[in-house]
């Protein structure tokens, strides 16, 4: 696993994310090379974990090249190109299913 995915999943956990999970699309005819999918328990702890994973990887000059869904906390998307960071509500996260939509990607053991 690329040293930034280590450093955005330390980042998570570090926050306390739930449900972390990492996928690793490269064989899965994705436009990205991994998923780093976790859950936060409301809106206020979602942009503390995005928010300390941008921290994480501004500290090594990595930004994201796009940020989605910020200020409505259900689903924020951090898009690094190499990789893509997705925190959830528990909710959101059920209703979009990303493990099952990607489930021809191996999941990586944590």
């Given amino acids: 696993m690329p040293k930034q ?10 926050k306390k994310a739930e449900e972390i ?3 690793d699309l490269r064989q899965a005819g994705g436009f990205t090379d991994y ?10 702890q979602i942009r503390a974990i995005a928010d300390a994973v941008m921290e994480a990887l501004r500290l090594e000059d990595v930004r ?3 940020i ?3 200020e409505r906390s259900e689903w924020i998307l951090l898009d690094y190109f190499d990789f ?3 925190i959830f509500a528990p909710q959101t996260r059920l209703f979009y299913g ?3 939509l ?3 990607a191996e999941a990586v053991p944590l």
């Fill in 5 to 14: 995915v280590k450093l955005a999943l330390a980042a998570a956990e570090d």
């Fill in 21 to 23: 999970t990492v996928l």
């Fill in 35 to 44: 998923f780093v999918i976790c859950s936060g328990t409301n809106p206020r």
């Fill in 64 to 66: 994201p090249a796009h």
């Fill in 68 to 70: 989605e869904g910020y």
């Fill in 84 to 86: 893509v960071v997705h």
């Fill in 98 to 100: 990303l493990e099952r």
């Fill in 102 to 104: 990607w489930a021809n």
